[in-house]
């Protein structure tokens, strides 16, 4: 089964007068336990079809199914409780609230579930010390690098333990060792059977070797 299936996809959006067609017919299947990149310089779709993979935007047209779960006529509470179960999301400005610590935003998703068990918050603490972060589990966000913020926001998507996780601009305007400590991480991550996909423009993460696809985006369209 594939993690991510899509079909004739388009996305259409009002500016102004104008209609633009952010993803224009795209259809793909992305294999479970996976590493890909969409890649494509700004404007190209990628992000908007990143967030349809994910249930955070619906199509205008087409199909979408994540692990088999159709998205594409949920209502939204449906869709949002799919999303929950199956996607791990980390937005390109991270969304860490910074006045709350490290633990505090990563144990975030789970409060709409009722809260975090003593095991996820074991889970939340584990994986913080795995990604560099043991040491700065009480530090408040405002006090985090950028590397160090990116690798939070990685954590808070894991601690439901999805699936499936979606990453947009996961390296954008980090140094070359902050870069590739993300890139191990993502691709360590497909290696225990998570599927990944980021959307970038960064070479540092499409050119990587450990990417099984690197899939190009131009306006709208997929290139190959």
Do not use: C
Request: glycine share 10%.
């Amino acid at each position: 089964m594939s993690a991510i299936a899509l079909e004739d996809v388009r996305k259409r959006y009002r500016d102004g007068t104008t209609r633009v067609e952010a993803v224009a017919g795209v259809t793909l299947e992305v294999p479970e336990g996976a590493l890909w990149v969409l890649r494509g310089p700004s404007g190209s779709g990628k992000t908007t079809l990143l967030g349809v993979m994910g249930g955070m935007v619906t199509p205008t047209s087409g199909a979408v199914r994540v692990l088999g779960a159709e998205l594409t006529h949920l209502r939204d509470h449906h869709r949002t409780e799919v999303r929950r179960r199956k996607v791990g999301f980390v937005f390109q400005d991270l969304s860490l609230i910074d006045g709350m610590s490290v633990r505090e935003n990563v144990l975030l998703p789970l409060v709409p579930l009722g809260g975090a068990t003593r095991e996820q918050v074991a889970r939340a603490e584990a994986l913080l010390g795995r990604v560099g972060l043991g040491d700065r589990i009480d530090a408040r966000a405002s006090r985090l690098s950028g590397g160090q913020r990116q690798r939070a926001a990685i954590v808070r998507a894991l601690v439901p333990s999805p699936p499936v996780l979606l990453l947009d601009e996961p390296t954008a305007h980090l140094d070359t060792d902050n870069a590739n400590e993300i890139v191990d991480l993502l691709a360590s991550l497909r290696d225990e059977g998570t599927t990944v996909v980021a959307a970038t423009h960064d070479p540092r993460l499409h050119d990587d070797p450990r990417v099984d696809r690197a899939v190009l985006m131009r306006d709208g369209s997929l290139v190959e």
